[in-house]
């Protein structure tokens, strides 16, 4: 691996900068961790990402790349040899890109309003979060049948897309005050879930769901006491 | 030019299906086009797109390809050439990237907010935002390209294809949402940027009239306002 400086700037909870350690630590590349208190950013992530002063941020060579997907992609370029994650073929390509986007749209969008809505809003966002689960089990039976991952036997970009989020169902799953559906109804969703849970890569920087509960229970009891 | 069947579903004011029409036009890429009645979609655009259901979606010899974005980037890898699209740097292709999704995030979201807008401060919030985006692609034109017309440099890029729709809706931005864009002494490099787009031959060809996107938008607002 060559001498180079990556730091990414980021906060322990966040699905997005999970993105980025688990294309890095898929590929084994060495890198800086800096956590953010999102109450009180650096002057360095306020300098590397002036638009939108969010994590996560990588730092390469000194240079920010910004937003989850972007830096995915960039990691994907800079070192393709380990573990090439965007498949060359452009339309596999172009539905990997699409699944991961998918958690943006519609994972992250549902699950944020679970923890921040209230009433019937609240009570959808559960309904919402549930259908968009079902299309990835639904989409997994489709574009990789009896394999583990949307990649096949590897992860690719659309596995990193939406990995980080699984760390965050139990989360969901209480502040939403729902059970996710279990391996008969949703196989393949479960299948991947232990199939990404067992990789050794993913091991490394995913943090441990009972913490991200209790943040997002956290999180909630604020919401509701602003209410 | 490789032969191909290349369908675009989409709706003629979409800014979001004007960044296909431009990458494909830019490309010299035959293919036929789709207009979809937003309140009456078609079988084949509920079969291609099931997951959002919505425009553009671009159908490759059969398969379909959704989201603006990905598929410019999928056009950009089965017609690399000519006109690529995407720097080959991966530096300069997360610039690019960024910028393309900035007009998602900050230039869409403003401007949609500020046709919906139903009370002044929402009208004011929206069109406060869409001048700060519009103004942080101004700086980003001087920082990126300094002195060139284009992200790309001399030529339309992955960035440029993706923000150039939405020049189009700046009459209806203003006519409907009270928004005035800033000149160009104050805004030299947008401004620059904007004539050097409506020059291209290509993006002339799909470019909706500003008159009509503005007639449009006004179409929008009083449905939004009478919704409320």
Request: aromatic letters at 12%.
């Amino acid at each position: 691996m060559s001498k180079d400086s990556v730091k990414l700037l980021n906060f322990w909870p966040s699905m997005f900068g999970l993105r980025v350690h688990y294309a890095l630590d898929l590929k084994g590349v060495s890198y800086d961790y800096q956590e953010e208190s999102l109450l009180n950013k650096s002057k360095e992530l306020l300098e590397a990402n002036p638009i939108y002063t969010k994590i996560p941020v990588l730092i390469h060579n000194g240079k920010p790349i910004c937003e989850s997907l972007v830096i995915v992609d960039y990691i994907d370029s800079v070192w393709p040899g380990s573990h090439k994650l965007l498949p060359e073929d452009p339309y596999e390509k172009a539905v990997a890109r699409f699944w991961a986007d998918f958690g943006d749209k519609k994972l992250y969008d549902a699950g944020n309003r679970l923890i921040r809505a209230m009433g019937e809003e609240h009570k959808k966002a559960g309904e919402d979060f549930k259908w968009a689960l079902m299309k990835i089990d639904e989409a997994l039976g489709t574009i990789a049948p009896g394999k583990p991952f949307f990649g096949g036997d590897a992860m690719n970009f659309a596995d990193v897309g939406l990995a980080p989020f699984i760390c965050w169902f139990k989360g969901y799953q209480k502040v939403g005050g729902f059970v996710l559906p279990g391996p008969e109804e949703w196989p393949n969703l479960h299948k991947w879930v232990d199939a990404v849970n067992s990789v050794d890569a993913i091991k490394k920087s995913t943090p441990s769901p009972d913490k991200v509960a209790e943040f997002a229970e956290v999180i909630r009891k604020r919401v509701l006491g602003a209410a």
